[in-house]
């Protein structure tokens, strides 16, 4: 069975195939097609603009979804690097055409000036796309997975291409509902807490955008479970944000590799956020901070129950998420994809966060934080096994943060969502209302 295939078997079993309501359009057979032979098929480009390749899975399941819905459309992808062309292919289905691919590689000068300045500004992101504003007007739309993009708004009065947004995360930290969200013409998005925290903070409207579930989840579906140790003790994931101001392995890392090395209790998954080993300076524009990144002790890697990846793809494949155990961290995105299974969390205070009741902080109620690595081993102790009022909590969010009450797959619903957007005919049927 493919990986599509059990998708779908495993959400018609949890949400049952007759609820008797369909979205608009929710016919997964449906298929949009431009009325006029001799008119100009839509160009839609998969923009993907980064240094690394967290962000490919979040979109890139839409694009042959796209193409079997829209097959008069030209759906193209545009990336800015060779390894996130070669991540972007294995998402693609085999039985349509291949799309055309289109290189945006920044310019030399931006990328050298981008280190020599540390990497703590996106030059060669900005370089792109300056670069190649041209061939970006010749696109109807741009799907894309960051704000960066933002810039094209910024910096033209143009209305094509259309940008329309799919958040990479489900996570609760501010910048997730940052005021470059507004420049965005229309928005994808995975569940109702980030249409609820996006509509409060005015950065969306009733109606410029769609919750469609979360395409990362279908990518991976059929990706079978790896044993990365040669034993059966708990594995822990530690998994650590970049930000200067938010992460804990400024102020607590050395004392985490630490605790784990002399203890024979757990194997140790220490799989930072694929950005905080990209760089050695460290910036957040959010908290205006610059912070230098200490190395990694050589010694940590001669433990054979500690496992060290800085930035793998299986880093950004769920791998370490579904394989853990336990949760340790602090402000990832990552532990919404953790809690797909509930597990037990825990989550470090390292900045002296004011974190109850306030949004920014929400998934640090799935487990208990703690301030002290010296409480990490009684605290381990405590939530194995998961208490179940961290069971309870984790659910909620989980329901609250991705939409999984559709038996399609979110590829195909935000498909869907984009052809209606679009105003792509639909076949004998005139324009989609």
């Not at 195939?17 to 431009?34: K, L, R």
């Not at 923009?47 to 008069?72: C, G, K, M, W, Y």
């Not at 989550?347 to 640090?364: G, L, T």
């Amino acid at each position: 069975m493919d990986f599509r295939a059990q998708y779908v078997q495993e959400q018609r079993a949890r949400t049952g195939s007759a609820h008797g309501q369909q979205e608009i359009g929710s016919n997964a057979d449906e298929i949009y097609m431009m009325p006029d032979p001799s008119a100009r098929p839509q160009r839609i480009g998969f923009l993907f603009n980064h240094d690394e390749l967290h962000q490919v899975a979040h979109i890139a399941p839409i694009i042959s979804a796209l193409q079997r819905l829209a097959p008069t459309a030209s759906v193209e992808v545009i990336s800015s690097s060779d390894r996130q062309q070669q991540a972007v292919e294995q998402f693609l289905d085999p039985a349509c055409p291949p799309p055309v691919f289109r290189s945006i590689r920044s310019h030399a000068g931006a990328r050298l000036f981008e280190r020599l300045l540390g990497n703590i500004a996106p030059l060669g992101r900005l370089s792109s796309l300056k670069q190649n504003t041209a061939l970006f007007r010749n696109f109807d739309a741009l799907v894309v997975p960051e704000t960066t993009t933002t810039f094209l708004k910024k910096n033209s009065q143009n209305s094509v291409p259309k940008l329309i947004f799919f958040p990479h995360g489900a996570g609760d930290r501010s910048i997730g509902f940052s005021k470059e969200i507004s420049l965005f013409d229309y928005v994808l998005l995975p569940g109702a807490k980030t249409r609820d925290r996006m509509l409060a903070a005015g950065v969306i409207r009733p109606d410029n955008h769609r919750i469609v579930g979360y395409p990362k989840f279908e990518a991976y579906a059929d990706r079978p479970p790896i044993k990365l140790f040669d034993n059966d003790k708990p594995t822990v994931l530690y998994n650590p944000h970049f930000d200067p101001l938010l992460s804990s392995w400024f102020r607590f890392g050395e004392q985490i590799l630490d605790y784990f090395a002399n203890q024979r209790d757990y194997n140790l998954i220490f799989a930072p956020h694929v950005m905080l080993f990209q760089r050695k300076l460290l910036a957040s524009v959010e908290h205006r901070l610059l912070r230098f990144r200490e190395r990694i002790d050589p010694r940590y890697a001669d433990f054979d129950h500690i496992h060290i990846d800085t930035g793998s793809a299986r880093s950004v494949d769920m791998t370490y998420t579904r394989g853990a155990d336990i949760y340790l961290g602090d402000v990832s995105s990552q532990i919404y994809e953790f809690i797909q299974t509930p597990r037990p969390a825990i989550f470090i205070n390292s900045h002296d966060a004011k974190w109850r009741d306030n949004p920014n902080y929400e998934h640090w109620t799935f487990g208990p934080v703690i301030d002290d690595i010296g409480r990490l081993g009684a605290t381990l102790a405590e939530v194995t096994p998961l208490p179940d009022r961290y069971r309870q909590v984790q659910a909620r969010a989980l329901a609250y943060s991705f939409d999984m009450e559709s038996p399609d797959l979110p590829s195909e619903r935000a498909a869907r969502a984009i052809a209606e957007f679009l105003h792509l005919p639909k076949q004998n049927d005139g324009l989609l209302k």
